[in-house]
């Protein structure tokens, strides 16, 4: 989080174990976790940017697409 941590690097993909190897804290790891087990991609945004989710849902790639190594 670049408010929390002014030196933090955006990442545009990755993957669940790099989250949990490199213990990323772009989310919780028991979360990061059940997404990985169930094949789940997510994709790590600022939720508080208004319009984001919309971006999101309309396919526009921002913040951090996560999946498994697939």
Sequence with gaps: DPILNP?????????????????????DSTATS???????PIVVFNLN???NIKRIVMGEKIGTFVRGDD
């Excluded at 955006?10 to 804290?25: A, M, P, Q, T, V």
């Excluded at 059940?34 to 789940?40: E, G, T, V």
Aim: hydrophobic share 45%; net charge neutral.
């Design 7 to 27: 030196e933090a690097k955006k990442f545009d993909d990755l993957k669940f174990i790099e989250i949990l190897n490199k213990r990323l804290s772009v989310m």
């Design 34 to 40: 059940l997404c990985m087990d169930n094949r789940i």
């Design 49 to 51: 940017e208004f319009g």
